[in-house]
């Protein structure tokens, strides 16, 4: 392996670990490091010639730091490419090299992405990938256990639960969780109550104030009269049953049943 | 250590990055990757288009070829397609796997379809542009400016259509001006073009021309077609290929007619001109006028050959091309003046100038020449060689009478008919004079029958039909029964089907001297039609109209049908308007249906333009009309096996709630598919096993409609069940069908002709079996063996086109489920096997040809056999009834003699003694005849063993021969020392044959058509003599 590699990875990994990471530096030497292991043939190696231990490992902490830097600054769409990117080396290339210690944090992080944004699919999908013995360590019994309140509407549990997150980059996805969280409710909400009061409503939404409310309010375009929060926006456009043309065909297969008979 | 990716999802990450060299990398990792992870792949498939459509990323070729395969993966070939082309380099023609073979085949079949699109458009814009030039040339005096812009644009167009492809530029001009227009050709892809072309030259260079010509002519590319003609070593055989496939496969009328062109030009630059194939290509391109030019041309020429060529051509004009055409051409060839006597001076005997000699040469000539473009030479000869080689076994038939109750009126007609088929075309009614009393018992329409079967058996007796008609014929006063006269009329028609211009006359002046006698009218109206077949005649369909317009079920039925025979394919809109509008008013069910039948024959062949007309007719209310509609798909796409209305009959033939229109859609199957043969028993297979009588039914007559005379071993496989069917019409029809699929067929070659045989004998016979189902089985046993065993059933003439007499003989055919006297019609359809060869003159020399089977394979079946049968039975039965009374006197005797001798004895002992003795001797006898009969089969087989080993592997046939249908392949011509044929590949049909040694003298073929003077002396058995009975 070239020197350069091993350079441009320790700065890489240096500028990751700083406390606010400079965002274009970090990318732009990202960038570097990935053409240069395109280059090298390192980077999801093909199948046909052997591959050597020592390449995989080093391809996967350059990953796994990606991962890391992204979690930092808080770019999601790179979060989600970079644990695609990652997981091979996790899965398929991972077989054969000593397990990482960092993988249950991402494959963790990767979980609570996929919960914050309600793709409960893909998040069962994920779990089933990750060994069973590991579904007790913190980094992912968390995740199942916001799984299990969200199922069951707990959303209040959720909250206290969230105040002690296993580590402290998931900081980032928790907030994530709240806010969708609070557009479930809000969405609940709008089409259960005609109107509210700010309190309760505060209470609901999980805010901080009522001043909260009442920006929400605006945007939503809620009236607010006496202290009682209105929805007017009830959804109009139901479906409508489509009168014609169901009762078209049916006197259509009449029509045809009274001949074959 | 080696690792199996189990997911792609990181490389598809890599797409996301912002750097352009590792969107590169990625796509290079997914092109290796994607035949196992186009699943995966497909989900970011927009990334990939993404990329290709970004204009700055370098390897935009790269993603094309990836989104191609994907796509391929999921089966969207069209998109597939379309990035492979987008691909360019990447995307290599040579390759020979899957996918790239996929992809081929797939941009052919795009190419195909859109030159099939384009050219469409073209011709159509072009027709419209030469209207509009049209318009213009006479308003073009006022401005000349106009006339030059005009005249550009022509030439432009002239240009662009010889080689509209070979030039792009000119091309994309025409293209713009067609802009101008506003109406747009889609263009192809001139990648794709890229494509085709490089498969072309690949072809090329593997020497697999037929191929690249299949694809050439498919693809519209005219100058490709050309350029292989050109290129391959052997032009002849090249020139003949491609007209027999796009004679055969070129469904556009114009673009045949312009690939002909083409094959025209290409066959008059070559060094020996083949006229027969010349003229060919100009009666398919409806060149009356070139074709006359040229006939003219080869009479008029010295050598032998060029005449008999012209006989040849216009044999094979007559076989093909409608009464219209041949009609047109008549007229169009020059009407020599007759040369004067030679004045008589002072008692020398005047000799003609040589000039004279010539032009009188010329104008013998020129009178055979339209003889046989009027058909009289060919219906004359046919009529010849069935009369000539007539193998009817006519013991069968009377095995078959013997065994059927002659008080059973529909059974006796059921006789005569099948006598009529047996014997059509062979002028021998000796069946019938034997049975002249047995005849006169037969009444009604019967009789009616019965007469009409006299023109069966003179069909095409074009000079004595009167003469044999004239007892029967109305004579105007009084006369005898009116069903015999209907019938003569009937007859009459038969006789002259297709040539009816001497008799038409006649019948009309019939159809008006009846006083409205509507058997009379009724004959006379079939007949009138069959004379006057598609001839169109205003006046006398007034005529028919007339008879229509009287309300009488019987006459307007056989109305109807006439008015449908007279329009036949001239999709007459006020005939058919007038025809519908009576079938709304009239009340009569018979009228209907022959209204409408009727209707479907005027949109004979009409295809596309008969679509409205059929969805009106089966929307009607009236199931007959919608019977009617079933009939019209079946006239109007005969032959074609469009695919749109075989879909309708299929849903039809399932869904309508009238079994009548259900069996119609179905044999209507049989007239859409008769080309294919093969493919219809795959077709009715499920409907043969319908629940519904009527589609049984209707399943076999298409069957034997479509595999008549080929022993189609599928389709007989179908049938025999339905023989054996629970409901005796279904039988009745599966029993006629098989008669029609093995016709001509002998037990060497099927042995399931002598079981159907049997079986036909043994329905006959059966006193329990419905009378529907011996109906059937006697038309089979008619149908096997008809015409004297020299026919077969078909619709398409030997050059593959169709036949249109026969396809409406069938249809009427087919209707002979409401009305029995409309079988005869089957007759249209019949055609003789027959290798006719003729010399200059137009006379049979003798001539033989060699077949290289067996003679036994393709043998007429032996009559001989059943004989014995029939004579054998008899003898025994009058040997033992006989024998038995012998012995009783004999008994009688020695019982007076004991009596005598010995009185004391009892008389009961003595009985029993006798009784004894008498089995005694019966069965002493009947061992006896077991062991004659045992030593005759050994014989028998003996003989047959013997004659195997002996049998030779050649037979040689004597002009003129029946060569069935399957012994074609099996004759060459090397054989005769004199007489060689003048078309190469005629192995069939009518022959001319180029006299080697044209000093010697010729002998001719004796030909005898006497038809009363020619009775065979059939053995009879003879009758037992009387005997008194007795009881024991």
Redesign the interface.
């Given at each position: 392996m070239e020197e350069q590699l091993f350079k441009l990875s320790k700065e890489f990994k240096f500028q990751v670990e700083q406390k606010q990471p400079d965002s274009v530096a970090c990318k732009k030497l990202l960038?570097k490091l990935?053409?240069a292991m395109?280059e090298e043939g390192i980077?999801?190696p093909?199948?046909d010639f052997?591959?050597d231990?020592k390449n995989i490992v080093f391809t996967r902490d350059v990953l796994e730091l990606a991962v890391i830097m992204s979690v930092k600054l808080e770019d999601m769409?790179l979060f989600?490419?970079?644990v695609?990117?990652?997981?091979?080396?996790y899965?398929?290339?991972g077989?054969?090299i000593k397990k990482s210690e960092n993988e249950l944090l991402i494959l963790g992080m990767n979980l609570l992405y996929l919960l914050s944004l309600n793709r409960i699919g893909e998040f069962h999908t994920e779990l089933e990938l990750i060994e069973f013995e590991s579904r007790s360590n913190p980094f992912i019994k968390f995740n199942l256990q916001v799984e299990e309140l969200l199922l069951d509407g707990n959303y209040l549990g959720i909250q206290t639960i969230c105040e002690k997150p296993p580590s402290d980059l998931y900081s980032v996805f928790v907030s994530r969780l709240k806010l969708s969280i609070q557009e479930l409710i809000l969405d609940c909400t709008n089409k259960s109550y005609k109107s509210l009061d700010l309190k309760t409503a505060k209470d609901l939404f999980m805010m901080e104030s009522i001043e909260e409310v009442k920006e929400m309010a605006k945007t939503n375009n809620w009236r607010i009269v006496d202290n009682k929060l209105f929805f007017e926006n009830l959804d109009e456009d139901e479906e409508k049953i489509p009168t014609n043309k169901v009762i078209r065909e049916i006197i259509g297969y009449a029509k045809?049943l009274e001949?074959?008979i | 250590?080696?690792?199996?990716?189990?997911?792609a999802?990181?490389?598809?990450?890599?797409l996301?990055?912002?750097?352009n060299?590792?969107k590169t990398?990625a796509l290079r990792?997914l092109d290796?990757l994607v035949d196992q992870f186009w699943a995966e792949i497909s989900d970011s498939i927009g990334k990939i288009e993404a990329l290709y459509e970004d204009e700055e990323f370098p390897s935009r070729t790269l993603a094309a070829i990836v989104a191609s395969k994907v796509y391929y993966h999921l089966g969207f070939l069209d998109d597939s397609l379309l990035f492979a082309l987008g691909a360019g380099q990447l995307f290599d023609v040579s390759q020979r796997d899957e996918f790239t073979r996929t992809l081929i085949s797939k941009s052919f079949n795009d190419y195909i379809e859109k030159r099939n699109v384009i050219t469409e458009e073209e011709h159509l814009l072009k027709l419209k542009k030469q209207e509009e030039e049209k318009n213009k040339k006479q308003s073009i005096f006022n401005d000349e400016e106009e006339e030059e812009e005009d005249s550009e644009l022509e030439n432009m167009l002239i240009d662009s259509d010889e080689d509209s492809e070979q030039d792009e530029g000119l091309y994309e001009t025409k293209n713009e001006k067609i802009m101008l227009e506003k109406t747009e050709i889609e263009e192809i892809d001139p990648r794709l073009e890229k494509i085709i072309n490089s498969v072309f030259r690949r072809c090329f260079l593997e020497k697999e021309f037929k191929e690249a010509l299949g694809i050439a002519i498919e693809a519209r590319r005219i100058d490709i077609i050309k350029e292989i003609i050109e290129m391959v070593e052997n032009p002849d055989e090249m020139l003949t290929y491609c007209l027999t496939i796009s004679r055969k496969y070129i469904q556009s009328r114009w673009y045949r007619q312009e690939v002909l062109t083409m094959l025209l030009e290409v066959y008059e630059t070559r060094p020996e001109l083949d006229y027969i194939n010349i003229c060919d290509i100009l009666l398919f391109l409806n060149d009356v006028e070139r074709l006359s030019e040229i006939l003219n041309d080869l009479i008029l020429e010295k050598t032998k050959e060029s005449h008999l060529i012209a006989c040849q051509i216009g044999f094979d004009l007559y076989e093909n091309a409608s009464q219209h055409f041949l009609h047109e051409l008549t007229l169009l060839l020059p009407d020599p003046i007759p040369v004067n006597k030679p004045v008589e001076k002072d008692g020398i005997v005047a000799e003609y100038s040589p000039m004279e000699q010539k032009r009188l040469e010329y104008i013998k000539k020129m009178d055979q020449l339209k003889s046989i473009l009027s058909g009289r030479t060919t219906i004359n000869l046919h009529l010849q060689f069935l009369n000539r080689n007539n193998k009817t076994d006519l013991q069968n038939l009377i095995r078959l009478k013997e065994k059927t109750d002659s008080r059973h009126s529909l059974l006796t007609s059921m006789i005569v008919m099948a006598h009529g088929l047996l014997n059509c075309g062979t002028t021998s009614d000796v069946f019938l004079r034997d049975n002249l009393g047995w005849l006169a018992n037969i009444s009604n329409w019967s009789k009616f029958c019965s007469t009409a079967s006299l023109g069966l058996i003179h069909k095409g007796h074009l000079d004595k039909g009167f003469d044999v008609l004239e007892p029967y014929l109305p004579q105007g006063s009084g006369g005898s029964s009116p069903y015999s006269e209907g019938g003569s009329l009937y007859a009459l028609g038969l006789i002259n089907t297709n040539h009816g211009e001497e008799v038409t006359p006649f019948l009309l002046e019939a159809l008006k001297n009846c006083q409205r006698n509507n058997i009379i009218q009724h004959g006379a109206c079939l007949g009138i039609g069959l004379s006057s077949m598609a001839v169109g005649d205003m006046q006398i369909y007034e005529e028919l109209r007339g008879v229509l317009y009287n309300d009488d079920a019987v006459a307007g039925e056989a109305a109807g049908i006439a008015m449908g025979l007279l329009m036949l394919g001239t999709g007459n809109g006020k005939a058919i308007q007038e025809m519908w509008n009576y079938a709304h008013q009239t009340e009569h069910e018979k009228i209907i249906r022959g209204v409408s039948v009727g209707i479907s024959l005027i949109m004979y062949g009409k295809e596309q333009e008969a679509e409205g007309l059929i969805e009106q007719l089966s929307s009607d209310k009236d199931s007959i009309l919608r019977y009617g509609a079933m009939f019209t798909i079946a006239m109007a796409y005969a032959g074609t096996s469009n695919e749109k209305a075989l879909k309708k009959l299929l849903h039809v033939a399932v869904?309508?709630?009238n079994d009548d229109v259900r069996r119609a859609a179905v044999i209507a199957i049989g007239f859409l598919l008769f080309k294919e043969p093969k493919q219809v028993p795959k077709t009715l297979s499920l409907l043969a096993k319908s629940y519904n009588n009527s589609v049984r039914f209707g399943a076999a007559m298409a069957l034997g409609i479509t595999c008549a005379g080929t022993a189609n071993k599928d389709a007989l496989e179908l049938l025999e069940p339905l023989t054996k069917d629970l409901n005796n019409i279904v039988r009745q029809g599966a029993l006629i069908a098989t008669g029609m699929v093995l016709m001509q067929f002998n037990e060497k070659q099927e042995p399931k002709v002598s079981k159907i045989k049997d079986q036909f004998y043994e329905i006959v016979s059966d006193k329990y079996e419905h009378k529907m189902t011996k109906m059937g089985a006697i038309l089979g046993a008619g149908l096997i063996d008809a015409g004297g065993r020299n026919v077969t059933i078909s619709m398409q003439t030997t050059t593959g086109e169709n036949d249109m007499a026969a396809i409406v003989g069938l249809a009427i055919f087919s209707q002979y489920w409401f009305w029995h006297p409309l079988t005869y019609f089957i007759s249209l359809a019949f055609q003789p096997t027959a290798l006719i060869g003729l010399n200059k003159d137009l006379n049979m020399p003798k001539f033989v040809v060699k077949s290289n089977a067996k003679p036994s394979v393709f043998a007429y079946p032996s009559p001989l056999v059943e004989v014995k049968k029939v004579e054998k039975k008899v003898e025994t039965a009058v040997l033992s009834v006989t024998k038995k009374e012998q012995r009783r006197q004999e008994e009688k005797a020695e019982k007076k003699k004991l009596e005598k001798d010995n009185s004391e004895m009892d008389s009961e002992e003595v009985d029993e003694k006798k009784k004894e003795e008498n089995k005694k001797i019966i069965e002493e006898e009947e061992s006896t005849e077991n062991e004659k009969e045992k030593e005759k089969e050994k014989e028998k087989e003996e003989e047959k063993e013997k004659e195997e080993e002996k049998e030779p592997k050649e037979e040689i046939l004597e002009n003129p021969t029946r060569i069935t249908l399957d012994q074609r392949k099996y004759i060459t011509f090397d054989v005769d020392p004199r007489y060689k044929p003048v078309k190469e590949s005629a192995k069939f049909g009518i022959v001319m044959l180029l006299d080697t040694k044209p000093d010697e003298t010729e002998e001719l073929v004796e030909i005898s058509l006497d038809t009363t003077e020619k009775k065979e002396e059939e053995k009879e058995p003879e009758p037992p003599e009387p005997f008194e009975y007795f009881s024991d």
């Open positions: 960038t990935k053409i395109a980077l999801f093909g199948t052997p591959l231990p769409d989600e490419r970079q695609s990117q990652v997981k091979p080396y899965f398929d290339y077989t054969e045809e001949k074959i | 250590m080696s690792v199996v990716l189990s997911t999802s990181g490389i598809i990450a890599l996301d990055e912002p750097d060299d590792l990398y990792k290796s869904s309508d709630v």
